[in-house]
């Protein structure tokens, strides 16, 4: 199994940044996730296999990343993070929980799906490389 989910220490950056620049292109280098580490706006969690990160602003929430090493995928962690960001976004009395993901993600989609967020727009060409458009998926409290 992939242990438990918990609260992410300054001494969990550099596998953040590595998990950041595995999965995605534009992933945080170490310095930016420390900046945004203490700006006390975002907030990451951590597993042996995987992570998430949210940003909120008033009482506004917006995922930013959240990834699951390959050889652990299928095994719940993708949704115990999912569901720790709601617990801790409702704990914080945000009135709801965004993101964006690739139209043909569709793990992330049946994930964040089954979590309770839903369809509510498109953004046409959101992502490059390859271009294509982003769904925008919302849990509301
Ligand atoms: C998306 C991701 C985080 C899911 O992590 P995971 O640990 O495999 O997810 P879970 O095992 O908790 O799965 C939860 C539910 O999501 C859905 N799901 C997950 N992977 C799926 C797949 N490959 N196909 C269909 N449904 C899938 C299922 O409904 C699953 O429930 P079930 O296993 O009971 O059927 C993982 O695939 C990943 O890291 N992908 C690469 C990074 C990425 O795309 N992140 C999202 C960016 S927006």
Same mark, same amino acid.
């Given at each position: 199994m992939s242990g438990p989910v918990r609260p992410a220490a300054e001494g969990d950056l550099p596998f953040l940044s590595a998990m950041e620049r595995a999965f995605f292109p534009d992933g945080a280098a170490e310095d930016t996730l420390r900046r945004m580490f203490a700006d006390g706006r975002h907030v990451f969690f951590v597993a042996d296999r995987g992570y998430a990160w949210y940003e909120f602003v008033l009482d506004e929430g917006y995922i930013g990343n959240i990834a699951v090493e390959a050889e652990a995928r299928r095994q719940g962690l993708g949704r115990a993070l999912t569901e720790t960001m709601i617990a801790d976004a409702r704990d914080r009395g945000l009135a709801f929980l965004t993101l964006e993901v690739r139209q043909s993600n569709a793990p992330a989609r049946a994930l964040y799906e089954s979590c309770g967020f839903a369809v509510v727009g498109t953004r046409r060409g *959101? *992502?490059?490389?390859?271009?294509e458009d982003a769904l925008l998926m919302t849990f509301y409290f």
């Open positions: *959101y *992502y490059e490389k390859p271009r």
